[in-house]
C-alpha cells in the first residue's frame, strides 16, 4: 500500500522565519510528487516534482525531491502570516490507480507576526 | 469555468437519508476526482473518471458510496443510507489528463457535509 508521511504536524513560528516541511513516501512505481497549501477549503496547486535533484521555486517557496532517498521538502523563507495554512504532500504512482494521488496528513503551519 | 465548482457547499442531513454532491470540473479537463477529507486528517482519495474509460472505484469505502460522471463533464457523488462517519468535506478535482505531464490536479472548494 502507498504511503506518505510528513513532519512536522504541525508548526509555529514568528514572521520572517524560514521553515523546512519535510515529506517522505514509500509508493510503487512512483510519477511525481506534489505540494499543496491548504487555507479552508481547496488545496491549491504549489508545485509538482519528477526528477530528482532539480530545485522547483515561486517567490518565497522552493522545493526539491530526492528520489533515490524517497522524499521531498518544502522551504518558505522569509514567512508572513498569510503563509498560515496546511501543506499538503501527495504523491502519484503507476499501476492500476494511475490516476490517483496519495496524500500525506499534512503539516499544520501557523506564522505569528 | 474558471475553476472547479461544487454544491452544495454545505450540507446537514438525518442519518439514514440520502444525499447528491455535485462537481463542476474545469472546461477540457478530462479527467475527474473525488476525495474525502475527515477533520485532522488528509485526503483520502475515492474514485476518478478519466475520459471513456470505466472508472477507478477502488477508493470507494462502501457500496453505499456511488459516482456517476455524465457527458464527460459534471460529476454526481452519491453517499446512500448515510452514517455519522461518513460526516467530512467531500473535494472534487480535475486535470487535463491523468497520467501524462499535464496531471496536475486543481480543487474544488469542496462540500462540507454533516450527519447528525
Known amino acids: 500500500e502507498d504511503k506518505v508521511v510528513q513532519s512536522p504536524l504541525s508548526l509555529v513560528v514568528h514572521e520572517g522565519d524560514t521553515v523546512t516541511l519535510n515529506c517522505s513516501y514509500e509508493v510503487t512505481n512512483f510519477r511525481s510528487l506534489l505540494w499543496y497549501k491548504q487555507e479552508k477549503k481547496a488545496p491549491t496547486f504549489l508545485f509538482m516534482l519528477t526528477s530528482s535533484g532539480i530545485e522547483k521555486k515561486s517567490g518565497r517557496l522552493s522545493s526539491i525531491l530526492d528520489k533515490k532517498e524517497l522524499f521531498s521538502i518544502l522551504n518558505i523563507t522569509a514567512t508572513q502570516t498569510g503563509d498560515s495554512a496546511v501543506y499538503l504532500c501527495?504523491?502519484?504512482?503507476?499501476?492500476?490507480?494511475?490516476?490517483?494521488?496519495?496524500f500525506g496528513q499534512g503539516t499544520i503551519l501557523t506564522v505569528h507576526p | 469555468g474558471a475553476g472547479v465548482s461544487q454544491s452544495p457547499s454545505n450540507k446537514v442531513t438525518e442519518k439514514g437519508k440520502d444525499v447528491e454532491l455535485r462537481c463542476d470540473p474545469i472546461?477540457?479537463?478530462?479527467?475527474l476526482y473525488w476525495y474525502r477529507q475527515s477533520l485532522g486528517q488528509g485526503l483520502e482519495f475515492l474514485i476518478y473518471?478519466?475520459?471513456?474509460?470505466?472508472?477507478?472505484k477502488s477508493g470507494l469505502p462502501s457500496d453505499r458510496f456511488s459516482a456517476e460522471r455524465t457527458g464527460g463533464s459534471v460529476s454526481t457523488l452519491t453517499i446512500q443510507r448515510t452514517q455519522q462517519e461518513d460526516s467530512a468535506v467531500y473535494l472534487c478535482a480535475s486535470s487535463f489528463e491523468s497520467g501524462g505531464p499535464a496531471q496536475t490536479q486543481y480543487f474544488g472548494p469542496g462540500t462540507r457535509l454533516l450527519v447528525l
Open positions: 472546461s477540457g479537463h478530462t479527467a
Open positions: 501527495a504523491v502519484r504512482s503507476g499501476g492500476t490507480s494511475y490516476g490517483k494521488l496519495t
Open positions: 473518471f478519466q475520459g471513456n474509460s470505466a472508472p477507478d
